[in-house]
């Protein structure tokens, strides 16, 4: 199994940033991508960012392009997710996940991941 955990969440003002970051433990063998999702009250998770382990390519939302950036650490098996800019539309909880997988094919779509971290949450005032 692959265990990830979550940090850096917390509240900020519109305009803002914030880091967050996911460390893998357990089987990190079993997923070659890993990825950022979030999900607000009422809504579906939806797909932020990933990245592509062994060479780094990243993969982006639209709704996020130009101001989120999601980068990794392959020696500390942890992924970040710098977000600059932040808009109040932005709040919600953020997922860490892994997967392994072959292709990038609807990569941001949750039905393609396999192991999921706990959550942390944004919330980004006006």
């Known amino acids: 199994q692959v265990q990830l955990v979550e940090s850096g969440g917390g509240s900020v003002q519109a305009g803002g940033s914030l880091r967050l970051a996911c460390a893998a433990s357990?089987?990190?063998?079993?997923?070659?991508?890993m990825g950022w999702f979030r999900q607000a009250p009422g809504d579906e998770r939806e797909g932020v960012a990933a990245i592509y382990i062994s060479n780094g390519s990243t993969y982006y939302a639209d709704s996020v392009k130009g101001r989120f950036a999601i980068s990794r650490d392959n020696a500390k098996s942890t992924v970040y997710l710098q977000m600059n800019s932040l808009k109040p539309e932005d709040t919600a909880m953020y997922y860490c996940?892994?997967?392994?997988?072959?292709?990038?094919?609807?990569?941001?779509?949750?039905?393609?991941?396999?192991?999921w971290g706990q959550g942390t949450q944004v919330t980004v005032s006006s």
């Open positions: 996940a892994a997967t392994g997988r072959s292709g990038s094919y609807r990569i941001l779509s949750s039905n393609q991941w396999n192991y």
């Open positions: 357990g089987a990190t063998w079993r997923y070659n991508y």
